[in-house]
């Protein structure tokens, strides 16, 4: 990366910041109120650099839609604030089954709606940014297994495969109703429609899509042009990520041996480069996609992961970097605690080493954010804050690094800003 003057003082402010104690953590009064940009490689907030630690919590709109239960909601929204976490990655949808927000095409559960409306409106409270997801790849809460079905049923289409979701008119409809429905949708709390309301930071066209029925990647990438397009259309307000897990395609043979031996019909450089995407993703998950590899292997791999992106995303796509989910799972062979924070350190140092020189990776966001009395939702990769200090002190360390960051390029624009205005005062 060329280090301008600009990135220079960065270094120097840095080295003086680091003489100090650390400064205090984010909290919903430090003007988080403005909608993220891109420029360059970097996101910006209120005119500055936006660099931040985050969280998955993908439950939070079934959780705000009972109100016995809505008390989890504001409990991690504020334990995460206790820890500096500013960004929280969760769905926006749940498509047929027993809870939906969708129980059919075009047909919304408005006590599921209100769920959701309480997730935005209390992390606004905490100054917490949202990444909005639209569907899932994956059967759990419907994904496009089924809107396909419900495209079989509804319209007679013969379809033979859930990747008919990314080619079918009848389903591409369907989905293009749900994403102005989400946008266009008027919080009932706050009374601020979606697409204006800045407390959400992006959206998400899917979670970790996939279409095994064409590893040529050709498919996918139609789709997210079409459905990038579509969005934008309405919402130019927000930043719009196509969700992807980071696999590299076609277009980069050389880079295809990073991945973890399997392609998925993604391509992680010519998905990202399509117009309409305003940063890239990447899911971190060694454990679970090398499961017959040491510790030691696993590691090394993610070190390569995660360097191969930050580069590709610094001088291919010149976007910003977002590794949107990571972990390591209690439930798969070979599990630590020290295993674990090795892990998370690995993923946090390398987002520092890019983010202190005004680099793309701008922050990540670890698999999932829990709170007391929750059991049922423990899937393996579970962070309850209470019962992990050390790792709970890894998370706050990074939180507190990333806003140092952030304050810094704050204190060089007001600078700026100042030097300017006294030049044209003739001072």
Request: charged share 20%; aromatic share 12%.
């Amino acid at each position: 990366m060329k280090k301008n003057h600009y990135h220079s003082l960065v270094f120097f402010f840095l080295f003086l910041m680091s003489e100090h104690r650390t400064c205090d953590l984010v909290s919903a009064d430090d003007d988080d109120d403005g909608f993220i940009s891109t420029k360059g490689v970097q996101f910006f907030m209120n005119g500055s650099p936006f660099y931040a630690n985050g969280f998955n919590a993908y439950w939070l709109m079934y959780y705000g839609s009972n109100h016995t239960l809505r008390d989890k909601v504001s409990s991690v929204f504020q334990e995460a604030a206790n820890h500096g976490l500013v960004i929280a990655r969760t769905w926006a949808f749940s498509d047929g089954g027993s809870s939906p927000l969708q129980s059919s095409p075009a047909s919304y559960n408005q006590r599921m709606f209100q769920g959701l409306d309480f997730v935005v409106s209390e992390a606004r409270n905490y100054g917490i940014k949202l990444i909005l997801s639209l569907v899932n790849n994956y059967e759990d809460f419907g994904g496009k297994k089924q809107y396909v079905e419900w495209a079989r049923s509804y319209k007679g289409q013969h379809l033979t495969s859930e990747d008919d979701f990314f080619t079918n008119d009848v389903v591409k409809g369907y989905y293009k109703d749900h994403i102005k429905a989400i946008l266009t949708r008027k919080n009932s709390i706050t009374g601020v429609t979606y697409k204006d309301d800045p407390t959400i930071m992006a959206w998400e066209l899917m979670n970790e899509p996939r279409c095994n029925t064409d590893p040529s990647g050709q498919t996918i990438q139609a789709w997210i042009m079409e459905m990038a397009s579509h969005l934008k259309s309405i919402d130019n307000n927000h930043l719009l990520a196509a969700g992807l897990e980071g696999f590299y395609g076609q277009s980069n043979a050389q880079r295809q041996q990073n991945n973890p031996n399997f392609q998925v019909g993604t391509d992680f450089i010519r998905n990202n480069q399509i117009q309409e995407i305003d940063f890239a993703t990447v899911h971190s998950y060694p454990d679970g996609w090398l499961v017959n590899k040491s510790e030691d292997a696993q590691i090394e791999f993610l070190r390569n992961w995660l360097k191969s992106h930050i580069e590709d995303a610094e001088n291919i796509l010149h976007k910003p970097l977002v590794f949107t989910e990571f972990g390591k799972s209690t439930k798969l062979p070979g599990f630590s605690m020290q295993g674990r924070d090795l892990l998370y350190d690995t993923v946090y140092s390398a987002i520092y080493s890019s983010a202190s020189v005004g680099g793309t990776a701008a922050g990540g966001l670890f698999w999932q954010l829990l709170t007391q009395g929750m059991d049922s939702l423990r899937d393996g990769y579970e962070i309850i804050l209470s019962e992990s200090p050390s790792t709970a002190s890894l998370i706050t360390e990074q939180s507190q690094k990333l806003n140092k960051i952030r304050k810094m390029y704050a204190r060089i624009q007001d600078l700026a800003k100042w030097k300017s205005k006294r030049g044209k005062n003739g001072g």
